[in-house]
């Protein structure tokens, strides 16, 4: 810091401190006004409030005129919310807007390093069915078995995605109907389902690898590519969340 | 990080935080503030980038597996997210007007503010231990949860005299190979499960660790170790907490509202 040509002439040279490092630490003991402190905690409240009254009115939006928003509006409007609540929080609580800038710019070099972090794993990750093309896909569905159905020493080894032995099992245990009763009752219990289908709308039309009925029983790995058909659509959301930082 | 200079003043009536000082190394007190505060940022950033690497696993996951994170997520209630949000916010509040009180000398307020964000850290866990996380493990619902009066036709079982009662197949939402939810449609869903318990199970252990320092600054603040000279610890402290705090911010919309 070169703040020696800062210092006024009056005070002369400290020899003890050459370089003027002291004279900024004036700034170090701030107290933030109560009010300023009410006011943000109030603001950030408020941004809670409107990220969630965003994402159920995106939902509203997409049931009530039938269509189906990009995936990236839900991320992109929940990260720039969720930015500036973070900068509020680091400004005024993390009191960054007061201290030694050097305490911003450590932070900043390390939002840097995230950014570069997030960009190079996604180069891979997009790039990787370039040189191999098998690695473009994704992984077995749900697991390729082997692993032991439970904790005691002889419960039974998975000998198939892990998802389609547990409901088998629980198919079972319970039968065809009250599978189909619970299975409702706990997608549709407390928190409204992803995916209830809600009408002839667009997004009904859409493939939905997640809630086809017997889709999954049937299907091979390969059903579930969905890099194939709509990649386009699955594009955005991977690039956002790095945004938010 | 703190000489307590007990030579000046054992049995006097002056506070500890006046006894206070800096250590023989500094130019001032002020330096030492300056660099253990800038010391706790480089700390910080550290922390970061430890979460950097859950953020990342959440985006490329989330990428290569879009209907799995949906899925996954429709299981939460984004009004316990909500809540916990806003616990999270106002505890970040009481802690920065806690050390506000301790610059202004106001002892009594300052600890007051500290119990308080202690007691939020403990609502938070509570919130997250038992109404998201039993359930969804165990399928061990609290009897007042406000979510089991729809479930109660498929109750298979009861325990500490019906303080908690057992929903047959609601739980087994665990991550990865523990996965042994029945009712899943998306064969990634386990994927789903071990970014959220990674994601929040290391948040939440920061909550702990932040309510250990706080309780921590607690008691040396009884001893009135903490006054507008010296403080440095409560700062530090804070910073920590609104950490975890941020940390929450990026995290709820995150979690709770994919659609």
Same mark, same amino acid.
Request: aromatic share 12%.
């Given at each position: 810091m070169s703040n020696a040509h800062a210092a006024p002439a009056s005070h002369g040279f400290d020899e003890l401190d050459p370089h003027g490092a002291g004279k900024h630490t004036k700034h170090s003991h701030h107290i933030v006004s109560g009010v300023t402190l009410v006011g943000v905690l109030?603001?950030?409240? *408020?941004?809670?409030?409107?990220?969630?009254?965003?994402?159920?009115?995106?939902?509203? *939006?997409?049931?009530y005129f039938a269509i189906e928003l990009p995936r990236w509006v839900n991320v992109a409007v929940a990260m720039s919310i969720a930015t500036i609540k973070a900068t509020l929080v680091l400004m005024y609580f993390m009191l960054l807007r007061y201290?030694?800038? @050097?305490?911003?710019?450590?932070?900043?070099?390390?939002?840097?390093?995230?950014?570069?972090?997030?960009?190079?794993?996604?180069?891979?990750?997009?790039?990787?069915?370039? @040189?191999?093309?098998?690695?473009?896909?994704?992984?077995?569905?749900?697991? @390729?078995?082997? @692993?032991?159905?439970?904790?005691?020493?002889?419960? !039974?080894?998975?000998?198939?995605?892990?998802?389609?032995?547990?409901?088998?099992?629980?198919?079972?245990? *319970?039968?065809?109907?009250?599978?189909?009763?619970?299975?409702? !009752?706990?997608?549709?219990?407390?928190?409204?389902?992803?995916? !209830?289908?809600?009408?002839?709308?667009?997004?009904? =039309?859409? *493939?939905?690898?997640?809630?086809?009925?017997?889709?999954?029983?049937?299907?091979?790995?390969?059903?579930?590519?969905?890099?194939?058909?709509?990649?386009?659509?699955?594009?955005?959301?991977?690039?956002?969340?790095? =945004?938010?930082? | 990080m703190s000489t307590l200079d007990t030579r000046s003043g054992i049995g006097s009536d002056v506070p500890l935080w006046k006894r206070y000082a800096a250590g023989h190394h500094w130019r001032s007190a002020d330096e030492e503030f300056d660099? #253990?505060?800038? &010391?706790?940022?480089?700390?910080?950033?550290?922390? %970061?980038?430890?979460?950097? &690497?859950?953020? #990342?696993a959440y985006a490329m996951l989330r990428y290569k597996y879009p209907e799995a994170f949906l899925n996954g997520s429709s299981h939460l209630d984004w009004r316990w997210g #909500?809540?916990? /949000? &806003?616990?999270?916010?106002?505890?970040?509040?009481t802690m920065a007007a806690s050390i506000r009180m301790f610059q202004l000398d106001r002892q009594a307020m300052g600890k007051l503010l500290l119990a308080i964000t202690f007691a939020c850290g403990i609502g938070f866990l509570i919130i997250k231990g038992l109404f998201e996380y039993t359930p969804k493990l165990s399928g061990w619902f609290i009897s007042f949860d406000p979510a089991l009066p729809h479930y109660l036709d498929f109750k298979n079982g009861e325990a500490l005299g019906g303080l908690f009662v057992h929903i047959d197949g609601y739980g087994g939402k665990a991550p990865g190979q523990f996965f042994s939810y029945a009712f899943s449609d998306n064969p990634f869903e386990p994927l789903w499960w071990s970014v959220y318990y990674c994601a /929040? &199970?290391?948040?939440?252990?920061? %909550?702990?660790?932040?309510?250990?320092?706080?309780?921590? #600054?607690?008691?040396?603040?009884?001893?009135?170790?903490?006054?507008?000279?010296?403080? /440095?610890? %409560?700062?530090?402290?804070?910073?920590?907490?609104?950490? %975890?705090?941020?940390?929450?911010?990026?995290?709820?919309?995150?979690?709770?509202?994919?659609?």
């Open positions: 109030g603001i950030l409240l *408020v941004f809670t409030a409107l990220t969630v009254g965003l994402a159920q009115g995106e939902k509203w *939006v997409m049931s201290s030694n800038p @050097i305490n911003t710019i450590v932070f900043l070099v390390c939002l840097v390093a995230f950014a570069l972090f997030l960009f190079f794993t996604g180069l891979d990750i997009n790039n990787r069915g370039n @040189i191999d093309p098998i690695k473009a896909n994704q992984i077995q569905a749900g697991g @390729i078995g082997g @692993i032991k159905a439970g904790w005691s020493k002889d419960a !039974a080894v998975i000998d198939k995605a892990s998802v389609v032995y547990w409901r088998e099992r629980k198919l079972n245990e *319970v039968g065809p109907e009250k599978f189909a009763k619970m299975k409702a !009752a706990f997608s549709h219990g407390h928190a409204e389902h992803a995916h !209830a289908d809600t009408g002839p709308t667009a997004s009904a =039309a859409k *493939v939905k690898s997640g809630t086809t009925p017997g889709l999954f029983d049937a299907a091979a790995p390969a059903a579930h590519d969905e890099h194939g058909g709509h990649a386009e659509d699955h594009a955005a959301p991977a690039a956002k969340p790095a =945004a938010g930082h | 660099a #253990c505060t800038l &010391g706790f940022w480089l700390f910080l950033a550290t922390e %970061v980038l430890l979460f950097a &690497g859950l953020f #990342c #909500c809540l916990n /949000t &806003g616990v999270l916010l106002i505890s970040s509040y /929040t &199970g290391i948040h939440a252990l920061h %909550v702990v660790i932040g309510m250990s320092l706080i309780a921590w #600054c607690f008691f040396r603040a009884r001893k009135g170790a903490y006054g507008p000279t010296h403080y /440095t610890m %409560v700062e530090n402290t804070g910073l920590y907490w609104h950490l %975890v705090d941020l940390i929450w911010i990026f995290l709820f919309p995150l979690l709770y509202l994919i659609h």
